[in-house]
């Protein structure tokens, strides 16, 4: 699938003058321009990049094909003209990512133009990755691997969460990485009950359970893995959670297939996890899709009404939250193939492996 | 000033039932809560936090005088149904943080509720530091110059651009910052005529100019430097250039005193440049305010109506970028003082000072 071609396709067959991209990801989708402070404007014929000065030397290097425009005064009045050039009256425009002010900047610019809102068009391409993208996926995920093996030998008693986060970090680009795909999560002993906890300045303890949530980007594309691991010995309490959530990680993995619904996959670890009796202690979706972004579709949650298909790629993360006591959760990529779908991810993760 | 106590007293004396806060940085300006995926609603009495699972249990430490509630299928419809039961029928929005989407869906849940659109009420509190946000940035500053000073020392003939790059987070990082405060900017040789160029793979030889642009974090207060060094001897033509922009900075900085137009301030340094014969090599603004965002306000560019006042920190960052040759910044952070302005940073800048 062609995203720009069928794009312009349906402009052309709904008699659409053209469409307003703001989202920057999908700009990168689209064109493979990198620099921020961007708006495409995709038309049947011609397709224009309005930008600031800084970007215009790299935008004419990196999408001659396009027309770059620089801005002047605002990205929103620049616009305004070309779109008054181009006698445009019907514009889609992305209404996740279009302000409330661009929004009247480009109406009060334009007397008689018609806005319409569309929500996830470009996202829905997203989805599917190609062969290229799975190559870049493939790569960020064993840069975060090799990055916390190298790590994981390190980590010690005495060590603080931050200090952790920065090693981790440096060796996600030491290794190829662009950066972490995110603020990496380094949460020890009951800290690991919040599910976002930012790694600190609290110094780890030796009988402590150290949850890490990391993932490197190569390339623009994302991995996002969770692990546990231990200084010392586990204790028989967490073990038994521990185990759970694996086996309920298991349960979601084993049930993932082309025409499965994505709230399926989800009920498969929740259900296990319910069973257990720890049913309020899992508060958030199995997973998400990843890509250029970190969270991206399909929606891999109790509510979500998405069919799973080949080629999407999303996490598998069940957790059990129990706020002062701590936290579990574990988190692997996958990868929908045609029979059923492929772990991308390897980092050991059994309970013998992961002990001190 | 108490901002939140102003928007408060503004509320109650106009009659609006409140005011929504949709920027995550406003939020945290406000409220302290630094969870992502969360929108506060400030009324004349209560504030109220709506998030998500993963943020409840840190919002509920980090701001137990804010009612924090959870998102039940989505933040803007639990929202609706919180407006709904405190019978708000006239709400601030954040007119360049609402999305469409947002928008709609508020209007939506809620027949007769009027938006009214405002623009930068928050942000006009933040252009002015408190002490307690000045020693803040002072060491957000340190951090990166000490960080800076480390990595400059080993920067040497045959490092790539990234690799220096990633020495200077890892360093920023050591030394207490959280991180950069943005993707660092190394450019090499001619790649320095890119304003915004990303640190590449490319290999730096004896005789570049290296420009560095770069940042710490620090308790979420950002600095924001640039340098150029030299592994060798400076060019004739690069020393040339270089002292141009020195001298059109330093005419900026003497210009700065509370009451000064900050057009007026761009205009000491663009005019130097101009009458040098490189009026259209310095294609952006000198430089913008900094604080818990990288840019904010005050804007410092050639069509600012900004007056300046104390309290104020901005950077300044003139520049002159040639294509094909290459690019010299140099960027210093300022705070505006009773008599004129004290400069925060001091990285060495001298011509014979930046030498290999």
């Known amino acids: 699938m062609d995203c720009l071609k069928e794009i312009k396709q349906t402009l052309t067959e709904e008699n659409i ?16 321009f990198t620099g ?18 800084r970007y ?6 990196d999408i001659p094909w396009i027309k770059v ?29 279009l302000t409330v002010y661009q929004y009247h900047e480009i109406i009060d610019g334009n007397s008689g133009i018609h806005l319409i809102p ?19 996926l493939r790569t960020a995920i064993s840069i975060a691997e090799n990055a916390y093996e190298g790590v994981r030998k390190k980590i010690q008693a005495g060590f603080s969460e931050k200090r952790i986060a920065d090693f ?42 150290v949850l890490v949530d990391w993932g490197a980007s190569f390339q623009f594309y994302n991995s996002d893995l969770t692990r546990v691991c231990f200084i010392d010995k586990i204790s028989p309490d967490y073990k038994k959670i521990y185990q759970i959530v694996l086996d309920a990680q298991d349960l979601a993995i084993d049930s993932i297939k082309p025409g499965r619904k994505a709230r399926e996959v989800d009920g498969a670890a929740r259900s296990y996890i319910e069973k257990k009796g720890f049913a309020k202690c899992f508060g958030h979706g199995l997973g998400h899709g990843i890509g250029l972004e970190v969270h991206e ?11 799973l298909e080949e080629n999407m790629v999303f996490t598998v993360e069940p957790g059990i939250y129990i706020p002062g006591w701590g936290g579990v959760r574990i988190e692997d990529m996958v990868l929908v193939t045609p029979s059923g779908c492929e772990v991308l991810s390897r980092a050991p993760k059994k309970l013998e492996e992961i002990a001190g």
Do not use: M, W
């Open 297 to 307: 579709g399909p929606i891999i949650n109790s509510r979500s009404k998405e069919i």
């Open 118 to 136: 569309t929500k996830g068009i470009v996202e829905k391409y997203r989805k599917y990755k190609t062969d290229q993208e799975l190559e870049k």
């Open 168 to 209: 981790l970090e440096y060796e996600i680009r030491n290794r190829g990485g662009q950066r972490s795909s995110f603020e990496i999560i380094c949460a020890a002993g009951k800290r690991a009950s919040l599910p976002h906890a930012r790694a600190t300045e609290r110094i780890i303890e030796g009988k402590e359970a």
């Open 36 to 53: 921020s402070e961007s708006i495409l404007l995709i038309t049947p014929d011609r397709d224009y990049l309005f930008t600031d000065f």
């Open 56 to 61: 215009i030397e790299q935008a004419q290097q």
């Open 17 to 32: 003058g053209g469409f307003l991209i703001t989202n920057a990801v999908n700009i990168h989708y689209i064109t493979n």
């Open 69 to 97: 425009v620089e801005k002047k005064v605002s990205l929103e009045r620049t616009i305004c003209g070309k779109l008054k050039r181009l006698k445009i009256k019907k514009l889609y425009i992305e209404s996740l990512h």
